[in-house]
Structure formats: C-alpha cells, structure tokens
C-alpha cells in the first residue's frame, strides 16, 4: 500500500528528531542538561536511539528478531558495566515509548482519510511490540551481568573469609574472626578444604581468638570442620579459646571436647607441630 510506503518514510525521515526529543525529554525528566563533560555520553546516547528507531522501523515489514537480541545483550551488558540504575533504564524506556508514540498520533491525525486503520493500528502495535521484546531482553542481559559481578563479588568474600595462610611447607593458619553462622561455617569448611588440597598441607591451626562468641552452633560447626580435615589427612590444632568461652563450652556440654587438640596461643600450636614432625621422624610413623 502506497500509504504504508509513505508512513515508513515518515518515520524513517524523523529517526533524528525522535532521538533529539527523546534525550530532551529524558533530561527534563531527570532534571538536568548535559554540561561539556558529557558530550560524548550525548553523543553515544543520540547514536543509540538512532540506531534502536531505524530497527523498530524495519521490524514493522521483516524479521529483525535476531538483531534485537544481539543489541540487547550488547546494550544490556554496557549499560550494567557503566552501572546503570535499573530505575535509570526503565525510566528511559518508559519517557522513549511516549516520544516515539507522538509521532505515530501525530501522522494518524494529519492522515486520516487515506490510511488504512486496521492496518496503521496493527503497524503501530508491531514497532512496540518489538520495543517491549528489546526491553524485556535488555533488561535480562543487563541482569545476567549484574549477576555474575554479584557472584563473583560473594566468591571474593568468601575468600576473604577464610584466610587459609600458609605459614611452612606443611602447616597453615586460618586464623578466624567475627560472628560464625551457619552460612560462614559452610563457607569456612569449603574454603579450608579446596586450600588444604590445594597446598597439601598436614597440619591445620584454626585460630578463634577473633571469635567472642561461641555457643553450642559454632562449637559444633568447629569440630565438623576438624573432622572434615581429618578425613583430608590434616591434623588440625584449635587456639586461641577465650577463658569465658571455653566456660560456656563445658557448661553447654558440648561433646567431642577430648577429641579435639587445643591450645592457648598459636606459638604453643606451631610448637606442638614440631613436636609432631620430631616424633613422626623418629618413629617412621605418624604419631598423632
């Protein structure tokens, strides 16, 4: 239809000025005008919208399913690694729909008697159809990317948290600060496991002196991890037990106190280790 031909030039010929009315409007919204500094966001922000108005347009009359997709993750991805709101970015869509959508109403009301209505209307809800597609598929590339930095911020953490430190070709410290729950002791257990096997070590001095507040919970989730080295083929050393704590300890009643090796500070520990190394040396054995 030639009026169809007609309303795609239309559009193609104000791709400009719907980019320029879309940054206008977006900085009305946010309250604030691009200064110098921000000519070049200005610039990429106009390229943008260009680019995204002449792909809607072309979406109206053939198949540009995989060219959103492949926009989307490469502008979902940018805009998370600039660290863009995710309010920002909706916004944005919201105040881009109602620019877009003037210019629609603006060429049905100046051509009325010689458009097809059924037609124009399906046209119409066509061009955002495929915004809503390249919103939704944005805002998923955007959130799969915030997600990996997340995790791999939590990985990091979770390093951080478990600070195996070697101290000897054999022997590590992991010197343990803060409250322990059961989340931290998960994570305790797998970071000292993964370290131990990374650097075959044989003896494990677990460090609580950091910790002020051990009840029955932790005390059970230390001896797990002590358990869980053993069976690694580490022998494992707890210091560092306050006097109040090692109190409520016995008051609990918590068992395998006599299985487990204590000391009071981590001098007496190292010690005790080169006792064991004398004694295994001596006896062609292990000795623990």
Not at 101 to 121: G, I, M
Request: some cysteine; glycine content about 4%.
């Amino acid at each position: 239809m030639a009026w169809r031909r007609k309303f795609i030039e239309y559009l193609t010929q104000q791709t400009d000025r719907i980019a320029e009315e879309f940054l206008s409007n977006l900085n009305k919204r946010a309250g604030y005008t691009h200064p110098v500094a921000d000519l070049v966001e200005r610039a990429a922000t106009l390229e943008r919208c260009t680019l995204l108005v002449r792909m809607l347009i072309r979406g109206m009359t053939e198949d540009v399913s995989s060219e959103i997709e492949n926009w989307a993750q490469t502008n979902g991805t940018q805009r998370a690694k600039a660290n863009m709101s995710i309010d920002a970015f909706l916004e944005s869509f919201t105040i881009f729909r109602k620019t877009a959508r003037r210019y629609f109403t603006a060429y049905f009301k100046t051509h009325v008697a010689t458009l097809d209505y059924e037609e124009f209307d399906s046209m119409e809800e066509r061009f955002f159809d495929l915004l809503d597609q390249f919103q939704e598929r944005f805002s998923y590339h955007y959130i799969s990317y915030k997600d990996v930095v997340i995790q791999s911020q939590q990985h990091l953490i979770g390093e951080l948290a478990v600070p195996v430190i070697p101290v000897t070709d054999d022997t590590c410290i992991l010197p343990l600060i803060g409250a322990i729950d059961t989340h931290r002791a998960k994570q305790i257990m797998e970071g000292a496991l993964a370290r131990i096997t990374e650097l075959r070590a044989k003896y494990m001095v677990l460090d609580v002196s950091g910790v002020m507040v051990i009840d029955t919970m932790v005390a059970h989730h230390l001896f797990d991890i002590v358990k869980a080295l053993r069976l690694m083929g580490t022998n494992s050393i707890i210091t560092g037990i306050q006097p109040e704590v090692a109190q409520t300890i016995v008051q609990l009643g918590v068992s395998m106190i006599g299985k487990v090796e204590t000391m009071a500070s981590l001098r007496q520990a190292l010690r005790r280790i080169e006792e064991h190394r004398r004694q295994e040396e001596a006896a062609g054995r292990t000795a623990w």
